[in-house]
């Protein structure tokens, strides 16, 4: 099921909006990792990535599991489906705004000729 409520949506938005955070998904796009592994890629303490992943956690993006003594980290593509969605409406909205605008443009070149 998808969410568009504005408080999710403004999760998922705030969690993207870090460099960090958006790289980190992008590796758990490729695999699966631990906290370890992930710190292990960034300048950083672990505490630091815990953070970021707890961000991330929050906002539905990423997924832990515990594994042992360790936290697997998953990413979730289900909720990308709402910023998806979102994203549709305003290209579909300024989509059209901009062809009425050419459309327009194009008018006042001909009544200029």
Not at 15 to 26: G, Y
Not at 49 to 74: D, E
């Amino acid at each position: 099921m998808v969410d568009n409520s504005s408080e999710f949506i403004d999760r998922i938005f705030y969690a993207l909006s870090n460099t960090t955070r958006r790289n980190i998904t992008l590796e758990l796009t490729k695999k699966d990792l631990t906290v370890n592994e992930l710190a292990e890629k960034y300048d950083m303490t672990l505490q630091g990535v815990s953070k970021h992943i707890h961000v991330l956690v929050k906002a539905g993006l990423v997924s832990q599991k515990k594994k042992g003594r360790t936290k697997l980290c998953k990413f979730n593509y289900q909720h990308l489906n709402s910023i998806t969605e979102l994203i549709e409406q305003y290209r579909a909205f300024w989509e059209t705004r901009l062809e009425a605008l050419d459309k327009y443009i194009e008018k006042r070149k001909k009544e200029e000729d």
